[in-house]
């Protein structure tokens, strides 16, 4: 492709407007083309700025569109798989934001009908891209044994919800980090077993191919408060640990010692970036102290909780500007990957640059074992998988 991407966007809702807006109308390879939401009077408000050619409430204007290379969706979870399968029908390469499917085998339904009609498809499982991740790549390529992992993903439902609009934490939040496993462990997922707590906290193991193993506690009953990611591996008589993307900690790591790294926080359009520098400078502790700020201003304010429901998203809309000039957005202030990710796919479609970005098999791989993991929450057994399958 020698001109620039143009890409069509579809949903001005939370993700598309504060992540893929912003990254790619940055990218030099892209053209923010035209954006699609079924809200004109929110599709004016996020999108407007940007001065894309083409605004409609009207999907098929949008996937029809001649000029138009690529559809990227950001909707909801139970409506993306079909909007990806018409944009890929209607003969458009496709990035579809997690989850691209709720079941393995449309995950590769997808992924043929891409490939039949010569066509990229990509989805938005970006911490294969955050910079502490990447630091986390490097290492383990040079290691000789696999990896033993341990995960933590911690929501908080009464800061965010997720029990009233998540059909399964497992499947629509834990699918990001069943792709990190996934890619770390360099091996297909072989089994899983898991025990559930009470409705969307389990603790999930996975036993891989290649001998690596992995567990994820995967719970919405913490506190906004808390980190809500962690990796511990262990491998070749050395250790690492991430703490919600800003700080990498070794211990006897080839070619790093035992050291501690810090990686600066994700800038925001709008928001102060004093944060960025702060994540950087002290790592864990800022991040500690950003959430303990947002679970007071929220318990003062009375926050309500996200359940998607304009009257609900005003009075959240009013809060969140007002706490603007103190407070990053807190699950977006640690740099998760969303950025380089999308630059990478760019740069995949315009010049052929390889790229780690997930597609169909990744995401059919993941959301295998979020099937298996909520399959074995229920029956409490081991549920094997079959890698063989995940063919396109
Ligand atoms: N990768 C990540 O880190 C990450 C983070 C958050 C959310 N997500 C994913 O992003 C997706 C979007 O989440 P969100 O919080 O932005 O949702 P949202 O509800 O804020 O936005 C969805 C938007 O889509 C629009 N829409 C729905 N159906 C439409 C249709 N048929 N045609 C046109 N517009 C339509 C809605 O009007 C709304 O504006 C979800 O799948 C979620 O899982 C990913």
């Known amino acids: 492709m020698n001109n620039k991407v143009r890409v069509g966007f579809l949903g001005a809702g939370n993700l598309n407007s504060i992540q893929h807006f912003p990254n790619i109308a940055a990218s030099p390879n892209a053209e923010f083309y035209g954006v699609c939401d079924l809200n004109r009077e929110q599709m004016e408000k996020k999108a407007g700025h940007y001065k894309p050619k083409l605004m409609t409430e009207d999907f098929e204007e ?14 909801r979870p139970h409506l993306q798989t079909d909007l990806a399968r018409r944009a890929l ?31 990229k498809l990509f989805t938005g499982f970006n911490r294969r891209y955050a910079p502490a991740y990447v630091d986390v790549t490097s290492i383990l390529q040079k290691m000789k044994t696999p990896p033993m992992m341990t995960y933590r993903l911690a929501d908080d439902s009464n800061g965010r919800g997720s029990d009233i609009f998540v059909s399964s934490q497992l499947l629509d939040e834990a699918c990001h980090a069943f792709d990190i496993l996934n890619f770390f462990a360099g091996a297909d997922p072989v089994e899983v077993i898991t025990f559930n707590v009470s409705q969307n906290n389990d603790l999930v193991s996975i036993r891989y191919a290649n001998g690596a193993v992995a567990s994820l506690t995967s ?86 909780k996200l359940d998607h429901k304009p009257e609900t998203d005003k009075i ?61 929450s229920k029956s409490g057994r081991l549920v094997k998988l079959d890698p063989k399958s995940w063919k396109i």
Request: proline fraction near 5%; hydrophobic fraction near 40%; charge should be positive.
């Open 89 to 119: 029908k209607a003969g458009k390469n496709v990035f579809v934001e997690k989850p691209m499917a709720d079941a393995a085998e449309t995950c590769l339904e997808l992924g043929r009908l891409a490939k039949k009609k010569g066509l």
């Open 316 to 376: 959240r809309g009013k809060l969140v500007e007002a706490h603007k000039p103190f407070m990053p957005p807190v699950n977006y202030m640690v740099n998760k990957g969303w950025c380089n990710a999308d630059h990478s796919i760019l740069r995949h479609l315009r010049a052929g640059e390889p790229t780690n970005a997930a597609g169909a098999v990744e995401s059919a791989r993941s959301i295998a074992v979020a099937e298996a993991a909520m399959k074995s």
């Open 219 to 304: 719970a919405i009953k913490s506190s906004m408060a808390w980190p809500k990611e962690r990796l511990e591996i262990i491998m070749d008589n050395s250790a690492l640990s991430v703490e919600d993307f800003v700080e990498l900690q070794t211990a006897n790591v080839p070619g790093w010692g035992s050291m501690t790294k810090r990686y600066e926080g994700f800038e925001y359009p709008g928001w102060l970036s004093g944060y960025k520098e702060k994540m950087q400078w002290e790592g864990l502790s800022a991040v500690f102290a950003f959430r303990r700020r947002w679970q007071e201003y929220n318990i003062a304010d009375g926050m309500p």
């Open 62 to 75: 949008l996937i029809n569109n001649k000029n138009i290379d690529i559809i990227w969706i950001a909707t």
